[in-house]
């Protein structure tokens, strides 16, 4: 599972996709959202299957080696066994509530994969607000490397002339 939801994030970064493509496509391809899927589909045929009686039995019997005798006997049944009362009711429920059990485990599990995916994207998030942070860090630490270098450079402790020149060209670097 955690897996799957690295190669999501991993995508997420590589195409820029935004949250909600991000969870749109983690529970289409989910495959244990998948299975319960199968289950209620399952379990649907199943209802419908269990509301119709069973299906009738034929059978033909021929008691007799010579068709032409008098005791010749031709014999055709046909079989049709009926529930008790309330049977086909009872499992109607059964099923309704199998698949009702099956719907909330299909809830539960969505929940759980939407909340996963956004505790991993909110995490990769926060790493790369950090990442920007410590770059730019890392630039305004250039900058004053090399305004102390520029300082201790100048001859005859002149500090207060460039001082100027540099204050201009970093407010000219921010616009």
């Known amino acids: 599972m955690k897996t799957i939801l690295l190669i999501f994030i991993t995508l997420n970064t590589l195409f820029a996709t935004t ?12 495959p244990t959202l998948e299975v319960i899927n199968e289950r ?30 008098p005791m010749a006997q031709k014999s055709l049944f046909i079989k049709q066994s009926l ?38 994207a909110y995490t990769l998030w926060k790493l790369e607000s950090l990442l920007h942070i410590v770059s730019h860090f890392e630039h305004l630490t250039e900058q004053n490397i090399a305004l102390t270098s520029a300082y201790s450079t100048t001859t005859d402790n002149l500090h207060m002339g460039i001082m100027p020149e540099i204050g201009r060209a970093s407010c000219r670097e921010r616009v």
């Open 83 to 120: 529930p008790y009362f309330g049977i086909l009711k009872s499992q109607e429920k059964i099923l309704f509530t199998h698949e009702t059990i099956l719907r909330i485990l299909h809830k539960k599990t969505e929940v759980a994969l939407v909340g996963q995916i956004k505790k991993e």
């Open 19 to 30: 949250l909600p493509e991000l969870l749109k496509t983690a529970l289409n391809s989910s």
């Open 40 to 69: 209620i589909l399952s379990n649907k045929a199943k209802t419908s299957l269990s509301s119709t009686l069973s299906n009738p039995q034929i059978s033909y019997l021929q008691n007799s080696i010579n068709v032409r005798e």
